[in-house]
């Protein structure tokens, strides 16, 4: 197989959305390490509509998450001047972020390493981006899940707005997959990653949230090796309220008038249930039929039905229909129906969840072309095909030819015949290659990878002693591989 140019390489837009940090602020930054600044601040101080999402069920006995909720107790308060920042992890296109201590460690508490998103409001206002820095902090605010960022605290400083989040040692899955053999990731992780990665869509899609920017390099591994999506800058939200559907109403056309709007801005026609209950077919499913090549195209065609027999009731709880006009995302990840503009919902998910699906086991995107242009093209008109790889067993030619058909479907450039566009997640969870998936105890799965013990040991001796100088440069490298951009 050809070895494939990384994005750095090919890619070399020069309007790519990294940001760096601007002089002032850079000095600012730096007052802020030492204490000079004291803000006024509220644990994650939500909206007293969302303040319930402050209990986080799933972070209850985290230390990092304790240590801030004393701190909140003792100090009446969480602000900058709490946080020593250690380095600068990295930049995006609303902010910079750094990795941070606790200044004064909690006594009984281990000391925890956070990471900070810092925002700078006015500059985002100048550019017409501060509602995105808003949705963000909206839906972090309301995460609870173990593939997902927790918000531990927020709050504002001078004009900067700062973000306290757990902290991922583990970087990117756009820099695990370069260390890979053949810059590729074996079969057996690609799945791991693919399944974490689904219950931390359907999470989110269940919660009314279109995620719409999955790629490598948003997916962080956590300390121990499980995965974090992350950047929510582009995500879409809608208002819903959940349902409960009767069972003997079998599609859902036929209960349309009881959607609720969507009051986003940016979506445009109302969202379809988030909570219904009919019936599923129990029909033995066809199985797949084999295919001896696992080089052949994959029309896709065929894809899904929407209309099989339902017979036993069951929960959907996703925004399959939600739309949004808006045309974001990364080029090679872009949907058809995002790139056409005919509106997009839930299912953009299930599409780059096939791209990403790809490019983990491939290498590279499955319609990137030799210009942006090109690939917006090649997504709307070029049928899928998969390179020519060598496998070394008939078990993992048989786990190809699963996945092949699996990405073949999440690649149905229709939306309505797409996989997961009837019934949410639950049909991609169902399919042949996630066979044996147990969904429920993932977590205690042992990851393909566990980060190096480099900042893992959090005692206070392994506090990284950084210069100035260290403590502003980048810790990792910011190059938006995927050159992404947006136009609301
Ligand atoms: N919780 C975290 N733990 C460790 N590193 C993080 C964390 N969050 C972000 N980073 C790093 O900081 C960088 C900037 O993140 P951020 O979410 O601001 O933007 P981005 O994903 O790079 O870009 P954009 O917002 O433009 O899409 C990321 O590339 C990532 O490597």
Redesign the pocket.
Same mark, same amino acid.
Do not use: R
């Given at each position: 197989m050809a070895t494939l140019a990384s994005r750095d390489e090919s890619d070399n837009d020069s309007s790519s959305?990294s940001v760096t940090i601007p002089d002032s602020s850079r000095s600012w930054m730096s007052n802020l390490s030492f204490g000079s600044l004291r803000s006024s601040v509220s644990i994650t101080s939500l909206p007293e509509s969302t303040l319930s999402s402050t209990y986080k069920p799933h972070k209850a006995n985290q230390a990092a998450w304790e240590t801030i909720k004393r701190l909140q107790i003792a100090s009446g308060r969480v602000g900058l001047d709490h946080f020593l920042l250690l380095r600068r992890?990295? %930049?995006?296109?609303?902010?910079n972020?750094y990795l941070c201590q606790i200044r004064n460690p909690v006594v009984g508490l281990p000391q925890c390493f956070y990471?900070m998103?810092v925002v700078d409001k006015e500059a985002l206002a100048i550019r017409n981006k501060l509602q995105r820095a808003q949705m963000e902090k909206e839906i972090l605010g309301l995460l609870d899940h173990p593939f997902l960022?927790t918000l531990y605290a927020e709050f504002e400083a001078s004009h900067y707005s700062c973000l306290v989040?757990?902290?991922?040692p583990g970087g990117?899955l756009y820099a695990a997959r370069q260390r890979q053999t053949g810059r590729r990731f074996p079969i057996s992780s690609a799945k791991f990653y693919a399944a974490e990665t689904l219950l931390a869509l359907e999470y989110l899609h269940m919660m009314g949230i279109v995620y719409r920017?999955l790629k490598p390099?948003?997916v962080?591994v956590r300390e121990d090796g499980h995965i974090?999506l %992350?950047?929510f800058?582009l995500s879409l939200k809608c208002d819903v309220v959940p349902k409960l559907l009767r069972p003997n109403k079998p599609k859902l056309e036929a209960i349309d008038h009881e959607y609720e709007a969507c009051f986003t801005p940016s979506c445009a026609t109302p969202i379809r249930p988030v909570l219904s209950c009919f019936s599923a077919s129990n029909k033995k499913k066809k199985k797949a039929s084999r295919v001896t090549t696992i080089t052949e195209g994959v029309d896709g065609g065929g894809g899904h039905r929407q209309d099989q027999e339902l017979d036993n009731p069951e929960l959907v709880a996703e925004p399959i229909n939600a739309r949004s006009k808006s045309f974001v995302g990364t080029h090679e990840y872009l949907a058809p129906e995002v790139i056409s503009g005919q509106g997009h919902g839930s299912a953009v998910d299930w599409w780059t969840l096939g791209v990403f699906l790809y490019e983990m086991l491939y290498g590279r995107t499955p319609f990137k072309g030799e210009n942006n242009e090109r690939t917006l093209i090649n997504i709307l008109k070029q049928p899928l095909t998969f390179p020519r790889i060598v496998v070394s067993s008939s078990k993992e030619l048989e786990e190809m030819v699963k996945v092949q058909d699996l990405i073949g479907k999440l690649l149905v450039k229709n939306p309505k015949k797409r996989i997961g566009s009837f019934k949410g997640s639950v049909e991609i969870k169902r399919h042949e290659f996630f066979k044996g998936v147990n969904w429920a105890l993932i977590r205690s799965v042992i990851p393909p990878e566990v980060p190096r013990e480099a900042f893992k040991n959090t005692s206070r001796a392994h506090i990284p002693k950084l210069s100035k100088k260290e403590r502003e440069a980048p810790y990792?490298i910011?190059h938006?591989q995927h050159h992404?951009f947006d136009c609301f």
């Open positions: 959305s992890l990295g %930049s995006g296109d609303l902010g972020v990471a998103k960022p989040m757990e902290y991922c990117d920017d390099e948003n962080l974090m %992350s950047d800058d990792q910011s938006h992404q």
